[in-house]
């Protein structure tokens, strides 16, 4: 069965400063995606970056960037110059593609927060 | 374009009651699905659904009942609410393929007591 595991429940960063966030897999899958979404306070979820398996670039949106390390299933998020609105959840998720269930596996998260 | 609706935003219980969580998309995704979020346990996956007449249970399925007979709705009923049941409900959709992301709705808050 494919696992998600986020073995930091919690994260402090400086504000400015650039914090990474781990997150690792278990799958028999070849192709896959893997998700990273932020759930702010006010508990929406918000999707941050996605990243194609069969892709050897690493994903990048703006502040976010991953590091996929495919043979590893590591899949780590980066956030650089850390702002006070990146206080959240962050979750890592994985999904098979296509497929007749489509499923989103979840990791438990990690809380960051960001210190003035 | 609202995406994915859920209503009631927030909901009190008392034990044995029964209710319906509602989750309305407008963006003609035939995949849909409930999660359920406790603290320190991520999302998990109660029912899911691939298209209108075809339901299917997920990770924590025990109390919970699904049906969709249109392709916008997907209601989740708790037959007889158990405070184990206090949680937060999210309704997602998403394209079938194409390693798409999932869209939410901005979630339910259900207190059972």
């Known amino acids: 069965a494919q696992t998600v595991t986020q073995s930091q429940p919690e994260m402090s960063v400086q504000e400015a400063e650039t914090v990474t966030l781990s997150c690792t897999y278990d799958?028999?899958?070849?192709?896959?995606?893997l998700f990273w979404y932020k759930q702010p306070p006010s508990r929406q979820m918000i999707l941050v970056i996605r990243?194609?398996?069969?892709?050897?670039q690493n994903a990048t949106e703006n502040r976010f960037s991953v590091n996929f390390q495919k043979a590893a299933k590591s899949f780590s998020l980066k956030i650089s110059d850390s702002q006070l609105g990146d206080a959240a959840m962050y979750f890592c998720?994985?999904?098979?593609?296509?497929?007749?269930?489509?499923?989103?596996?979840f990791g438990t998260g990690t809380l960051l927060a960001v210190q003035p | 374009n609202a995406g994915v609706t859920q209503t009631p935003k927030f909901q009190v219980l008392k034990t044995g009651q029964s209710m319906t969580l509602q989750c309305a998309q407008d963006?003609?995704?035939?995949?849909m699905s409930w999660y359920r979020q406790d603290p320190g346990m991520g999302l998990r996956l109660i029912h899911y659904?691939?298209?209108?007449?075809?339901?299917d249970q997920g990770e924590v399925p025990n109390g919970y009942n699904v049906s969709r007979s249109t392709t916008e709705d997907f209601p989740l009923r708790l037959l007889s609410a158990a405070p184990s049941q206090t949680s937060v409900y999210f309704c997602?959709?998403?394209?079938?393929?194409?390693?798409?992301?999932?869209?939410f709705g901005s979630g339910t808050r259900l207190t059972v007591v």
């Open positions: 997602a959709t998403t394209r079938p393929a194409g390693g798409y992301g999932y869209t």
């Open positions: 799958t028999s899958e070849s192709d896959y995606y």
């Open positions: 990243q194609e398996a069969y892709k050897q």
């Open positions: 998720a994985y999904r098979v593609d296509g497929g007749a269930t489509n499923k989103l596996i």
């Open positions: 963006m003609n995704h035939e995949y």
């Open positions: 659904s691939v298209g209108a007449g075809i339901t």
